[in-house]
């Protein structure tokens, strides 16, 4: 039981690799907002900053990106690693994720409209597109708000981003480049509460557009901490994606 545990909170390391890699595609119809907030301008630039850097309009108008790569697993509960692959699928709003390992394989999709898990009892990850890396994406559209990090974190350099739905994430920039080098999260899921934290090793740039490939992700939840390392072995910008992939999982 406790194996089968370990793998569902794996499912949620899977947001690890889309947090840092993914980036969603402009929704149409969507406004922008008219006027920031100006009492948190200086995080605001920031953000342009951290976007600028990551790639720009070319972050921004991604259309997909597909990631494939590797990830190793301990836990405060098994101390000794264990191995796992991961593939991500990004099309505007709509997502494929799968995690394979010899335990219990994960699968979830959404198509826009609906989410579909291979998990048991109904338990499905939080918006892949609300949390980390993909909210970046989203600076200037409606009901995405910049605002400062808290007092506790003010001495680092970076700033929050806060999503319609209230997901946040707390971002941290390099001093000379302005690119994400970490992130803190946390969120509740299935009741549980969940608080994550990534520092970013490596990028790569990949037509324009600079993803995180490698990194290091930990999780700490209510029962246990799971630490992961993310690499990243094949990344694809803007390659045609066949809206079957998100198809609900069978």
Do not use: W
């Not at 402009?26 to 907030?37: I, L, N």
């Not at 890396?133 to 700033?159: E, N």
């Amino acid at each position: 039981m406790r194996c089968i545990f370990v793998y569902k909170i794996l499912g949620s390391l899977v947001i690890g690799a889309v947090l840092f890699s993914a980036a969603l595609g402009q929704q149409p119809g969507r406004p922008t907002v008219s006027a920031p907030d100006r009492s948190f301008a200086a995080e605001l630039e920031l953000a342009r900053l951290a976007v600028s850097a990551h790639g720009g309009d070319k972050l921004k108008n991604m259309r997909s990106l597909v990631i494939n790569g590797s990830v190793e697993v301990t836990t405060s509960a098994m101390a000794q690693a264990f191995p796992a692959t991961f593939i991500t699928i990004f099309a505007g709003e709509k997502y494929r994720i799968e995690i394979v390992n010899p335990f219990q394989p994960l699968k979830q999709t959404f198509d826009g409209v609906q989410t579909s898990s291979s998990i048991r009892g109904g338990f499905t990850l939080p918006p892949l597109n609300r949390l980390g890396f993909p909210l970046l994406q989203q600076l200037g559209k409606q009901g995405f708000v910049v605002t400062s990090l808290p007092d506790v974190k003010k001495k680092r350099r970076g700033f929050r981003m806060t999503s319609p739905e209230g997901f946040f994430t707390d971002f941290y920039l390099d001093e000379k480049t302005s690119q994400i080098k970490g992130y803190d999260a946390s969120y509740t899921i299935s009741g549980r509460a969940v608080a994550t934290s990534v520092e970013i090793e490596k990028c790569r740039p990949v037509d324009g557009v600079l993803v995180p490939e490698k990194y290091a992700q930990r999780f700490d939840t209510e029962q246990l901490t799971v630490y992961a390392n993310f690499k990243a072995k094949e990344i694809l910008v803007n390659s045609e994606v066949k809206d079957s992939i998100f198809s609900s999982v069978q």
